[in-house]
C-alpha cells in the first residue's frame, strides 16, 4: 500500500503506532495472521495468512484503510484541502486508492516475496 502522492506519514512513530492499533483491530474483526510487515516511510509491504478458504484480502486492506484515516483525524495529519473526486468517494488525501495484492502459490512464492519485503527494509 502507498500514501498519497508518497507523502511520509510512516516517518512519524506516532503514525505507526496507529498503523499497529489499526492491524489489531482488523485481525479481531477478521482473523489473519501478520507473517512480515514492512513499513516504510510513503509505503508498506504486508504478507498475511489467512484462514483457510478465506481470500477476501481486499476487504481487510479496506478495513484497514479506512481506520487509519480515522485515526489520524484530529491529529493535523489529514490534509485540509481534499480534491472534489477523492471528496465524491469520501476520501482524504492520505492513501491511494488501489493496493497490489497476490495470493502465494506456494512456498518458493512465499520465500520470494518475504525476501523482497525485507530487503526493501534495508533500502
Known sequence: MVTFNRRPIFAN???V???RCVTATVKAEM???VTAAVVLPDHLHLLW???PDDGNYSKRV???KVLFTRSLRGSDALPQDVCLPRQRQRESDVRQRQFWEHQVRD???WVGHLKFALQSDEA
Open 31 to 33: 482473523p489473519f495472521d
Open 62 to 64: 479496506g478495513r484497514l
Open 49 to 51: 495468512t489467512l484462514l
Open 13 to 15: 512513530p506516532e503514525n
Open 107 to 109: 512456498e518458493a512464492d
Open 17 to 19: 503506532q496507529r498503523l
